[in-house]
């Protein structure tokens, strides 16, 4: 996008004290020229006479650059709304049937009496001409805009220079027909199944202390001391995440599957003229895809239910269970899904990736067990790719007293010396840092997966020039 200086409005009022007080300047030096003037000693008469004139330019320059450096940008100003008019005019224009030709008709219009009416009231700088070229290739609409304008000096007139020509372009494009593949990549680990608020927790935490399984437990549970990640261990007989379910605690998986629904919902609405494709991935220990990339988007609304927290019978690694492989997903879905298009066929989509994690990497390197914040160098091969990364943030929440009966030792020793680098490591792995998000409830997800919808379905005029 080209850079253009800012606008400070100049009110007439603002002009004649401006005005006033150059004059004031102008009169104290001729004043002063006078009286040196009258000076006969030595050679004073002279250089006075010599320094006068080149003063004087230098301040009517400086009063005439000043005006001109306002106009200038005011004219910039609107001819920059004026190009996103158009592009914007034109696409409406096309997507309610127009034709194209009367469409880029009415957009040119439009764009030029727009321009033409954020300038009516500038008192200082005319403009001679200005001219919108609109046009429509396949999906892109482009508006190219220049302006010729002339500034009348205000001093510089007494010096020779009665007039400043000013021009201005730009350019600018806007797809119509946006093709977005959105890759969705979630963390569905032992630590989504906490209790989605504080209340969900305090009523896991009551239901589970002093609960007794009916079957063996593995070794990373103390039966009877509750588990506040609604742990689950088998499917055989009821453990602590059967509890939850049975007694209606919501818990952060739900939210995010409720969440994820939504989405699919949503993208299914606007895919109208097929031009998403949606793929889902949910990982722990390994990563899955539950829904292969389609442009069937309804569909993956069947993949709903295996957004769940699976089974972990400490069979992955010794006790207690690892299952965050982050690092690895993220890799195994960059690979996936490629290298990004333009987005002008369905042959060269825009890609994007929505990560959703609580950013704890946890998994075995071999014999041993590594725990540490997520790494952004895994969001490199995406980004250098040219995809898009979006990440939503669900804060992995350090259970201590009183939600576990205990000091949660675990959490203190492995996860507190590093938590405050999860989020900015997070930003890093987004491709800015305005794409990552942070959220915990079912109205925070919600909003955050709308709003990184909308970013990948839209495609908001941008200038070339």
């Known amino acids: 996008m080209n850079k253009k200086s800012s606008f400070i409005p100049t ?36 250089i006075c006479g010599l320094s006068i004139m080149p ?30 008019s158009a592009t914007t005019t034109a696409s409406n224009l096309l997507a309610g049937g127009t034709s194209t030709s009367s ?50 000096t205000e001093l510089m007139q007494l010096f020779g220079i009665a007039n400043v020509p000013i021009t201005g372009s730009v350019s600018t494009q806007l797809s119509t027909a946006p093709y977005a593949d959105i890759h969705v990549l979630m963390d569905v680990s032992g630590s989504m199944a906490i209790g989605s608020t504080q209340s969900d927790m305090d009523k896991l935490q009551a239901l589970s202390v002093g609960y007794k399984p009916s079957g063996p437990l593995p070794s990373n549970v103390d039966a009877g ?3 506040s990640f609604a742990c689950h261990w088998t499917n055989s007989y009821p453990d602590y995440y059967s509890l939850a379910r049975s007694k209606g605690i919501t818990l952060r998986i739900d939210v995010l599957r409720s969440a994820v629904t939504n989405l699919v919902s949503t993208l299914s609405s606007l895919n109208q003229n097929n031009l998403f494709r949606l793929a889902l991935y949910t990982f722990n220990s390994t990563t899955t895809t539950i829904y292969a990339l389609n442009q069937n988007i309804t569909g ?26 982050y690092d690895s997903a993220v890799t195994t879905v960059s690979n996936t899904i490629g290298r990004s298009g333009d987005g002008t066929g369905p042959s060269s989509p825009r890609k994007y990736m ?28 995406a980004k250098a790719s040219g995809v898009t990364v979006m990440v939503l943030w669900t804060p992995y929440v350090p259970l201590v007293t009183p939600y576990i009966p205990v000091s949660n030792s675990f959490y203190q020793s492995y996860v507190a010396p590093f938590y405050s680098n999860i989020w900015p490591n997070l930003q890093a792995c987004a491709s800015s840092p305005s794409l990552a998000w942070q959220a915990t409830d079912t109205a925070g997800v919600n909003a955050a997966l709308t709003q990184m919808l909308a970013i990948a379905t839209k495609s908001p005029s941008h200038f070339t020039q």
């Open 55 to 84: 003063l004087l330019a230098l301040i009517a320059a400086a009063v005439d650059f000043s005006i001109l450096t306002t106009d200038k940008a005011r004219l910039d100003q609107a001819l920059d709304s004026a190009a996103l």
């Open 354 to 381: 929505f990560i959703i994690t609580d950013g704890v990497v946890d998994y075995y390197a071999g014999t041993g067990r590594s725990i540490y914040a997520s790494d952004s160098a895994v969001c490199t091969q």
């Open 300 to 325: 993956a609304s069947g993949a709903m239910p295996n957004i769940a927290v699976g089974v972990n019978d400490c069979t992955n690694g010794p006790a207690p269970c690892a299952e965050t492989n």
């Open 225 to 227: 001391s509750g588990c």
């Open 103 to 152: 469409a880029i008709t009415q957009a040119q219009n439009f764009a030029a009496a727009r321009f033409n009416a954020q300038i009516a009231t500038m008192n200082s700088a005319t403009v001679s001409n200005v001219t919108a070229t609109v046009a429509v290739s396949g999906a892109n609409v482009t508006a190219s805009m220049n302006y010729t304008a002339n500034y009348p």
């Open 11 to 46: 009110s007439p009022e603002q002009r004649q004290q401006r005005s006033d007080g150059v004059t004031a300047r102008i009169q104290h030096l001729i004043g002063c020229w006078g009286g040196l003037r009258r000076d006969r000693k030595g050679a004073v008469a002279v």
